[in-house]
């Protein structure tokens, strides 16, 4: 599957120099990617169509195809769009949790209620899972997405206790990792505020269980 070239740069005279900056397409169709995300995520990915696209997006729907391509390369597009993003953020966050003293902080660090999470990611990331059985190519990013992830948290944890087993040390980071997911994919429901504090303290006690001796 690919998708059309689109050129990134155009030029822009400064003092006489050519400088680059983003061409016109490249932002309309990031402009297009961000509303396709918030209609995968509302609606899943079969019910987010064209004309819903390009309705969220403010544009005519053959500016779908000029600026993205048919329904396969649309597809393609918002798979590279997620998994990019979901890469960036795990950078990000291994960065801040190389801070983590103890267990206490990495899960402080990963459930802040200060951190600005965008839900649409994650119920991207689902839908576009569900869809991926016919494209491996695509199956195979979004999983890499995932272990890059889980590495982060087990990296963490084997960091903070060493003398942890690491079969014991990746089952507790792949808990750690379905509490801290769960968030994001309720939020179409609003739970209550106590269920986030709910998840926070179970991803503490699996953490904990690592500083137990087996």
């Known amino acids: 599957m690919t998708i059309n070239p689109t050129p990134l740069l155009s030029k822009v005279t400064i003092n006489g120099a050519a400088m680059p900056r983003p061409s016109l397409k490249d932002q309309r169709s990031e402009e297009i990617l961000d509303a396709y995300l918030t209609c995968v995520a509302r609606f899943g ?15 005519k729907r053959p500016l779908l195809r000029h600026y993205l391509g048919n329904r396969d390369q649309m597809v393609a597009a918002l798979n ?35 951190a600005v999470n965008d839900p649409r990611l994650l119920l991207a ?7 991926s059985g016919e494209n491996p190519e695509m199956r195979a990013d979004l999983l890499d997405s995932l272990e890059q992830f889980l590495k982060v948290l087990s990296d963490t944890l084997h960091r ?10 990746r089952a507790v980071a792949q808990g750690i990792s379905s509490c801290f997911v769960t968030l994001d994919s309720l939020s179409p429901l609003s739970p209550p505020a106590e ?11 699996l953490a904990r269980t690592l500083e137990v001796p087996a």
């Open 45 to 59: 990915l079969e019910g987010a169509t064209q004309e819903r696209i390009a309705a969220e997006a403010g544009v």
């Open 80 to 114: 590279a769009h997620v998994v990019e993003t979901f890469n960036e953020l795990t950078d990000t966050l291994a960065v801040a949790l190389a801070g983590a003293l103890n267990a206490d902080d990495m899960v402080e660090l990963l459930f802040t209620e200060d």
């Open 125 to 131: 990331w689902q839908g576009l899972s569900v869809s």
């Open 160 to 169: 903070i206790v060493p003398a942890a087993a690491p079969a014991k040390t």
């Open 195 to 205: 269920w986030r504090r709910e998840l926070k303290q179970a991803a503490l006690l």
